[in-house]
């Protein structure tokens, strides 16, 4: 199984401020076939199922405001929210989509400071 | 607007079962992989189990296999978790989500199941 590890699990940042969020998987989640890293990141509020923010490693999901922004390759990644607003406090996950069983990491818990 | 909807959640004591439906809408049913996807209490996201479009391909977590059974009647929209001899660890908020392949787009808001005696 891949293994996805995530860093820091929490992290406070001031309004307006870049937060940067990491992820690592076990294994290469890079395709050979297509060159496409098989990673999407979630952002989930209080309440609320995942959203979809991010797949492919850096492709925004539609209607995802340009704010965030994914990075990364085979298997070290990064989410970035270059100027974070309010609602924007949530858990974060990645994901590797790329084999069975697909999975999760720990999640990262985002506050204002 | 797409819409999923699960139900079929609640109390049930160990070594009991329990069927979970998530009705579809608003999207090509019959064109989606479907997945199920648990979160205990306070705890993060763990995937259950897949199906593909034609349910000949069914994937699932090792903690699960030989206890639980993904379905899906595209007549209907609908997808399915049969869940037997349910254990306490099972207890989570179980999610329906659809995607191409296993990637996850869309989500219900989750059915709650909880395994106590």
């Known amino acids: 199984d891949i293994v996805m590890t995530q860093s820091p699990d929490s992290l406070a940042v001031s309004l307006g401020e870049r937060a940067t969020i990491n992820c690592k998987s076990s294994q290469s989640v890079l395709s050979s076939s297509n060159n496409k890293n098989y990673l999407a990141w979630f952002q989930q509020k209080p309440g609320q199922p995942p959203k979809l923010l991010i797949y492919w490693a850096s492709t925004r999901e539609s209607g995802v405001p340009d704010r965030f922004s994914g990075s990364g390759s085979g298997t070290d990644f990064t989410l970035t929210i270059s100027s974070l607003q309010a609602e924007d406090v949530a858990v974060y996950y990645c994901?590797?989509?790329?084999?069975?069983?697909?999975?999760f990491g720990q999640g990262t818990r985002l506050e204002s400071k | 607007e797409v819409q999923l909807v699960e139900s079929g959640g609640g109390l049930v004591q160990p070594g009991g079962s329990l069927r979970l439906s998530c009705a579809a809408s608003?999207?090509?049913?019959?064109?989606?992989?479907m997945t199920w996807v648990r979160q205990a209490p306070g705890k993060g996201l763990e995937w259950v189990a897949n199906?593909?479009?034609?349910?000949?391909?069914?994937y699932y977590v090792d903690s699960v296999k030989g206890r639980f059974t993904i379905s899906r009647d595209n007549a209907k929209s609908s997808l399915y978790l049969q869940m037997n001899s349910l254990r306490v660890e099972d207890t989570a908020v179980y999610y329906c989500a659809a995607g191409g392949g296993f990637l996850v787009d869309y989500w219900g808001q989750g059915t709650l199941v909880t395994v106590s005696s």
């Open positions: 994901q590797q989509y790329y084999s069975s069983p697909i999975t």
């Open positions: 608003g999207f090509n049913f019959n064109n989606y992989w």
């Open positions: 199906i593909n479009q034609d349910a000949n391909e069914r």
